[in-house]
Nanobody, 115 residues
């Protein structure tokens, strides 16, 4: 059974930081591409950052320079370090694992940026 469990969300003030974690089980984590997506109320889910099994990364324009995605294959975990957070970063953040036609999602973690 595949499980992706996100953690680390919460309420933070503008300009603050959060580190999200996603622990994977039931998959050969090291061969999967991993991604972080987010969905704000009334909006479509969008890619925030991705990391390939080889460690190459890509970011949405809104995340460049502020967010950093990384992975620890020994811990089957992918991280999203989010700095200089803005109110428009408020959303539910989802972890994604992808390999060919196989695609799995976590349950999401809420991030709220507000003063």
């Amino acid at each position: 059974q595949v499980q992706l469990v996100e953690s680390g969300g919460g309420l933070v003030q503008p300009g603050g930081s959060l580190r999200l974690s996603c622990a994977a089980s039931g998959i050969s984590f090291s061969i999967y591409a991993m991604g972080w997506y987010r969905q704000a109320p009334g909006k479509q889910r969008e890619l925030v950052a991705g990391i390939t099994r080889g460690g190459s990364t890509n970011y949405a324009d809104s995340a460049k320079g502020r967010f950093a995605v990384s992975r620890d294959n020994a811990k089957n975990t992918v991280y999203l370090q989010m700095n200089s957070l803005k109110p428009e970063d408020t959303a539910v953040y989802y972890c994604n694992a992808e390999l060919g036609l196989n695609r799995y999602w976590g349950q999401g973690t809420q991030v709220t940026v507000s003063s």
